[in-house]
Every structure is written in C-alpha cells, then in structure tokens.
C-alpha cells in the first residue's frame, strides 16, 4: 500500500490530469425554513442576474476555493439574505443547519454542469435583507410556491430545480419533528406549549389535539423545562419552557 507523500504518489499526482472530470462546479444552497402566523414559510432570494433573473431562488451560490462547504452555506446565507445561523448572539438561539442531500442531474443549471450540496435549516427569524446580487429576500409560506404535493399549481415558480429542493427540506423536517427536539429550533425562548404545538402543526400540516401533545411532551425526559414563569394569553395564564438537555425523543412523536 502506498503511503501519502511517497515518491510514487508523487509521480502520479504530477502527471494526473483532472480537466477529463471538468468542468464541474459545486454550489451550497439552504432551504431555511420558519413559522410565520401559523404558517410554514422557507427564506427566498429574488435573482438580480442571469440565469433565471427575477425568479424567486433558494440563497446560496458557489463554494469558493477556500471554503469547506458547511461554511460557505452559513456565508452565502449571510450574504445574501442577512440571516445569520451559528449558535447563539446575545443570548438568542439563532437556530438550526445541518446538510440535506446532493443535487446534480446535467442541466440542472443552464450554465454548466453544477453539484449542489443543499442544506436544511430551522429558524425563529422571520426578516431578511437582500445582499448586493439579490433583487430581494423573503420568507414566502410554502404553501403559495409552486411545489407539487404541497404549494399551488398556480403558485410561485421556483429557479433551477429548488421546488425539488425544498420539499426535499420540508419532508426532512416533518421527520426531524417526529424523533428529535428541533421543533424548539423554531422558537425563541421562552416559549409555550401551545406555540410548540402550533410548530408541529404548521411543519407537519395536520391539526393536533391540545391535550394529548401536551401530555406527549411533558412525559418525554429533557424535551422542555419549565422556566417557573407564566405568560397572559387568552383564558389562562399559560407556562414557560425553554429547551431542554435531550437531542432524541424517546419515545418518538409520530406524525398523525
């Protein structure tokens, strides 16, 4: 077995000629997805430029020479949408990334032959801010988008073949909610059980029923803690949670 750096390898990677694989470009793009009025809603850019100009996109763009690719999502991101995902400022968590899946069928891209590795992510926020090669930046319910299975045939067409994209990112949500504590990942804290419950409605599309999710969530160990605060909502005072220490739910909340 050759060892890395040895004469041999050498000689190989000085006469080894990668333009045959060319040219092959890779791209991060982030589904970012939230709940705004009960609704959920993934952050688009509108597209200043060529391809697709003036159609509504996922952020995201070309990994840079420099760049591994968890970074240059979390930087395309801030770039072009002033949204920032990495841990906490100020005390506030900012939410969630993780990467979703590989996207490279040919044409995909009328450029060129264009790898995306696309990211999923959940957020509290519900602003952005377009960047300097955005028209604009906003967080549109997915249920006004033109993805089939869950927009509207008449709804907002998406560029390139983000409408796979996102449904891709939502279906991993719906199943993230199912077996993992992210569903706090969409709220600032502290929070009520009722606004979790509305979470799950929104993400997962289906109505619940108030006093078995309470039950559900209380009985599974380190999902929430409970602040010992109140807030004032209509009837009752209801209580507070922040996130608790658990990661996995067990047992799991199964979609109805």
């Not at 092959?24 to 060529?50: F, I, P, Q, S």
């Not at 995306?116 to 249920?143: K, L, M, P, Q």
């Not at 077996?179 to 929104?202: C, H, N, S, W």
């Amino acid at each position: 077995m050759s060892e890395p750096g040895t004469d041999a390898e050498v000689e190989f990677l000085t006469t080894y000629d990668p333009s045959k694989y060319a040219p092959v470009a890779v791209t991060v793009d982030v589904v970012l997805l939230t709940v705004r009025a009960g609704r959920l809603a993934v952050l688009l850019v509108e597209r200043k430029g060529h391809p697709f100009q003036g159609r509504w996109a996922l952020p995201g763009g070309f990994v840079e020479p420099d760049d591994d690719l968890d970074g240059a999502a979390q930087r395309e991101l801030e770039e072009e949408t002033g949204v920032l995902i990495a841990g906490e400022v100020a005390g506030v968590h900012l939410g969630h990334l993780e990467q979703l899946r590989s996207y490279g069928a040919p044409g995909r891209d009328p450029r060129m032959r264009v790898v995306s590795v696309a990211y999923v992510g959940f957020t509290a926020r519900d602003e952005a801010i377009a960047g300097s090669d955005a028209a604009d930046a906003r967080f549109w319910a997915v249920d006004d988008l033109a993805i089939r299975g869950i927009g509207s045939a008449d709804g907002v067409p998406l560029a390139f073949d983000h409408d796979r994209i996102v449904a891709d990112g939502i279906e991993r949500a719906r199943a993230k909610l199912e077996y993992t504590t992210l569903a706090t990942a969409f709220l600032d804290e502290p929070f009520t059980l009722g606004e979790l419950r509305r979470v799950y409605e929104a993400v997962w599309g289906e109505s619940l029923h108030e006093g078995n999710f309470r039950r559900k969530v209380l009985s599974t160990p380190g999902f929430v803690e409970t602040t010992g605060e109140t807030a004032q909502t209509v009837g009752r005072p209801a209580a507070l949670y922040r996130r608790g220490g658990a990661t996995r739910l067990h047992p799991a909340i199964l979609r109805p």
